[in-house]
């Protein structure tokens, strides 16, 4: 089934670029996190390690506040994504677009 709009029907969906101006760690992306109800501006940093830091934005409505775990799936999102790479002796993908169920 193809993907009708940004925001999923639960879960979390994010879609991330990476700096095209960086190769080499720490490599930065850029992008959002969409929940069914609000979209929210986010900023992930990956180390040479394979640390993931995520930084979540207000959300583009305004009124909206983050699910307290959203940083949380983001950065595991993108840990197992570094971690398939690595595994493939790859850079990090340049686009990543997941989505993640409700648990």
Known sequence: MPIAGDRPETGV????ERDKSRSEPP???????????????IRVTVDAAGEVTVT??????????????????VR?????VYRQ?????EPPAWRIVRWRGEK
Do not use: C, M, N
């Open 76 to 80: 595991l999102i993108v840990r197992t």
């Open 13 to 16: 969906r994010i879609q991330i």
């Open 27 to 41: 490599w930065s992306y850029a992008g959002a996190a969409h929940v069914p109800d609000a979209s929210f501006p």
């Open 56 to 73: 979540l934005g207000a959300a583009e409505s305004g009124a909206a506040t983050p699910p307290p775990d959203l940083a949380e799936k």
């Open 85 to 89: 790479a690595k595994a493939d002796d």
